[in-house]
């Protein structure tokens, strides 16, 4: 066994309404519920969630604590269907509670860099710095640059700033080769790395900026990068994150993946690097360290280093561990929770250096966790992990400490973020912000119940299951698999604009989760073992999971259906060749239908070699590209089936979309496309996104 049974006894009885607080008296923690949550309202007396509404609510991110822990400024983007655009505002609240006071409202969105001790907010607004008093009085820009800035951090003493810029290094796009030729489009590649995710490589590169910063002005800005084809932050989704001070502003730290060309589609190799602003010395602090290694924060008083890091190269979804070094000597490395059989998603130091709080994945939540620093450590240190948080409900950050506890970020599956106290004493979330309670008031409960299931090897799958609004036992429902992405991404309590389970049950469907094999939180061994086994293991979970709920007598099992994006969208193409008769629809988006043209035209390679076992010309990965690839599979294909493809989705390449549903219309097949031009791997724009939801339920509506 991998997991503990008495764990999962403790969360089978979390099988709650999602209406309904987290309170026994056994357990660490419990939710306050504000009046609009009490599950004594009638539900028949509101109206099931749309998309239209779920698109209304208020888009909640932290930005930062004062620095006496009692206000918490945070950011609200609010989106507008008139315009397709989200505008996104700065708030101030009291930590311990009051009323919220909108300090921004310019056009734009802004982001707090610092809050001085006497209370001011360094902000970047329009890519300049700017500041205000507490109150959101006397805004004054305070610089004004050329070019944006961006990932903005500003020095401990407050003189120096570091920011990112693209800088264009190898010239390929056909205006920089050729300088008479101004209206090519053309592009020219020597090498791989030619595209990534929805943009191809012009030969621009972000680098790291250091400016000397006094009364405003910037000095002469410095290329720490300075000639060199690197990313950092990494492309394509880092950030200031990837950035770090010195404690003593004399030196810059820097993640970067130094590597070019096939060796950079082929590696996770990022390291630290640390940047000597007087003498220009570099030196990578995580020399032989082969995976990904990533935000690296100092403690409190500057005498410890701290990063995420990933063993393996290659390996996108390896086991994140906390390392540890003096931070003068890269030599002596700790890892703190080699010992932890989990993964970690971030952290943040305590206050006084003694303790590391960390959010982790575990048994389909997201919780928080602490783990002592010890004054000394060796190599075979192994501090004690508590888990301090549980219940249904995922906490999706952490702000920082209060005097008492932690600000965090949290979200169900049924309620978009929301910011939170955590209390250390009585263990108990009370929402600071409550952003939506008003629009949630109006809107009818979906029950959600955790369920476990005995999968075809004996091991226990634990799935998510979502009812419709007045769900009634005596009544007979559709009812969806919904197929997770990743492949190494958990189902969870998050909450997701697009996939949202509380919608489609909404709409009158039982919606079903599995925690299939590749997701994290039940184990190191669980997550990986989807590697090298896309259509084994794990799609024999589904079945039994979806085969398992079909025994309920309100499961209506002659109008059952699958959906899913990414692997999920492979997982639909796969079950629609191997379902024998379950399922009655599909849908699929930015699914892999045929494994050897999507190893031929996807750019990060390290995840195919790690997750198919490399090339498909390589004899011994045959069953993955025979057994395990849809396309092979096409000869059952019966079933009514949507598929749904992103124009400038380089993740999964078009011709994935494509070829499914040419396939599914030459053999007669009723089935239709959603093509998306100008979205990538996800739906960003807010109309693209709503015809995304009207097409997705009326092919419901048609098939079911």
């Known amino acids: 066994m991998i997991y503990n049974k008495t764990m999962l006894g403790a969360l089978m009885v979390m099988s709650i309404s999602f209406g309904q607080a987290q309170n026994r008296k056994d357990g660490p923690m419990r939710i306050q519920r504000t009046k609009d949550q009490s599950v004594n309202q009638l539900t028949s007396e509101k109206s099931p969630l749309t998309a239209e509404g779920l698109w209304k609510f208020g888009r909640v991110s932290a930005e930062q604590l004062t620095a006496d822990g009692k206000h918490l400024i945070y950011g609200v983007g609010n989106y507008d269907l008139e315009s397709n655009s989200t505008e996104r505002h700065l708030f101030s609240i009291p930590v311990m509670g009051g009323t919220p006071q909108q300090i921004t409202n310019e056009k734009g969105s802004e982001s707090v860099l610092d809050i001085t001790a006497q209370g001011e907010i360094i902000y970047l607004f329009k890519g300049d710095l700017w500041k205000m008093a507490s109150d959101g009085n006397n805004k004054i820009q305070i610089t004004h640059t050329e070019g944006k800035l961006e990932n903005v951090k500003l020095s401990p003493d407050k003189k120096h700033i570091l920011y990112s810029q693209s800088v264009l290094i190898t010239p390929t796009h056909g205006p920089d080769k050729y300088k008479d030729l101004p209206k090519s489009n053309a592009y020219v590649y020597d090498d791989l790395d030619f595209r990534h995710w929805d943009t191809f490589n012009d030969g621009r590169y972000a680098h790291p900026?250091?400016?000397?910063?006094?009364?405003?002005?910037?000095?002469?800005?410095?290329?720490?990068?300075?000639?060199?084809?690197?990313?950092?932050?990494?492309?394509?989704?880092?950030?200031?994150?990837?950035?770090?001070?010195?404690?003593?502003?004399?030196?810059?730290?820097?993640?970067?993946?130094?590597?070019?060309?096939?060796?950079?589609?082929?590696?996770?190799?990022?390291?630290?690097?640390?940047?000597?602003?007087?003498?220009?010395?570099?030196?990578?602090?995580?020399?032989?360290?082969?995976?990904?290694?990533?935000?690296?924060?100092?403690?409190?008083?500057?005498?410890?280093?701290?990063?995420?890091?990933?063993?393996?190269?290659?390996?996108?979804?390896?086991?994140?561990?906390?390392?540890?070094?003096?931070?003068?000597?890269?030599?002596?490395?700790?890892?703190?929770?080699?010992?932890?059989?989990g993964t970690v998603n971030s952290f943040v130091w305590s206050k006084d250096g003694k303790k590391i709080y960390f959010t982790a994945p575990v048994k389909g939540t997201v919780q928080l966790f602490e783990l002592a620093v010890a004054k000394s450590l060796s190599a075979k240190s192994k501090p004690k992990i508590i888990q301090i948080s549980e219940g249904e409900f995922d906490i999706t950050g952490i702000v920082g400490e209060y005097n008492g506890g932690l600000v965090v970020s949290s979200t169900r599956l049924t309620r978009a973020t929301e910011i939170y106290r955590y209390d250390f004493k009585n263990r108990q979330l009370t929402p600071i912000t409550t952003v939506n309670d008003e629009a949630y008031a109006s809107i009818a409960e979906t029950k959600v119940?955790?369920?476990?299931?005995?999968?075809?090897?004996?091991?226990?799958?634990?799935?998510?299951?979502?009812?419709?609004?007045?769900?009634?036992?005596?009544?007979?429902?559709?009812?969806?698999?919904?197929?997770?992405?990743?492949?190494?991404?958990?189902?969870?309590?998050?909450?997701?604009?697009?996939?949202?389970?509380?919608?489609?049950?909404?709409?009158?469907?039982?919606?079903?989760?599995?925690?299939?094999?590749?997701?994290?939180?039940?184990?190191?061994?669980?997550?990986?073992?989807?590697?090298?086994?896309?259509?084994?293991?794990?799609?024999?979970?589904?079945?039994?999971?979806?085969?398992?709920?079909?025994?309920?007598?309100?499961?209506?099992?002659?109008?059952?259906?699958?959906?899913?994006?990414?692997?999920?969208?492979?997982?639909?193409?796969?079950?629609?060749?191997?379902?024998?008769?379950?399922?009655?629809?599909?849908?699929?988006?930015?699914g892999l239908f045929d494994m050897v043209s999507w190893y031929g035209t996807t750019e990060e390679l390290f995840f195919a070699n790690q997750d198919l076992g490399g090339p498909y010309w390589d004899a011994a990965n045959e069953k993955t590209y025979n057994d395990f690839n849809p396309i092979k599979h096409i000869e059952k294909w019966n079933t009514p089936i949507f598929v749904i493809q992103g124009g400038k989705d380089y993740r999964v390449p078009i011709g994935q979309g494509l070829e499914a549903f040419q396939a599914a219309q030459l053999r007669g097949i009723k089935s239709r496309l959603l093509y998306l031009p100008d979205e990538n791997h996800w739906v960003l724009s807010g109309h693209n996104a709503q015809v995304w939801q009207r097409e997705f339920f009326k092919w419901l509506s048609e098939t079911l």
């Open 449 to 590: 119940e955790g369920r476990f299931t005995k999968a075809t090897d004996g091991l226990d799958l634990f799935s998510w299951v979502v009812y419709p609004p007045d769900f009634d036992p005596t009544k007979k429902y559709p009812t969806l698999l919904y197929c997770q992405g990743g492949p190494q991404s958990a189902v969870t309590q998050s909450y997701s604009i697009r996939w949202n389970l509380q919608l489609i049950a909404s709409q009158g469907y039982i919606v079903i989760a599995p925690n299939r094999r590749g997701m994290p939180g039940w184990g190191v061994k669980w997550n990986e073992d989807i590697s090298g086994d896309w259509g084994g293991q794990p799609i024999r979970d589904y079945l039994s999971a979806i085969d398992d709920l079909s025994k309920e007598s309100y499961v209506d099992s002659d109008r059952l259906g699958a959906v899913g994006a990414s692997y999920g969208g492979y997982s639909v193409f796969m079950l629609a060749g191997v379902h024998e008769g379950r399922f009655k629809s599909f849908i699929s988006h930015c």
């Open 209 to 341: 900026f250091v400016a000397s910063y006094t009364d405003g002005k910037l000095g002469e800005a410095k290329d720490l990068l300075e000639g060199e084809p690197f990313y950092s932050p990494q492309a394509p989704f880092g950030g200031a994150e990837d950035f770090a001070w010195s404690p003593d502003s004399k030196a810059v730290l820097y993640v970067a993946k130094k590597r070019v060309g096939k060796e950079y589609a082929q590696s996770t190799n990022t390291d630290i690097y640390r940047h000597d602003l007087a003498s220009g010395q570099v030196t990578n602090l995580t020399e032989g360290m082969n995976g990904y290694d990533t935000n690296p924060t100092f403690n409190s008083a500057g005498d410890r280093l701290t990063w995420l890091s990933m063993k393996k190269d290659g390996f996108e979804a390896d086991k994140n561990d906390i390392i540890i070094i003096a931070s003068n000597d890269s030599k002596q490395r700790v890892n703190l929770t080699a010992h932890w059989d």
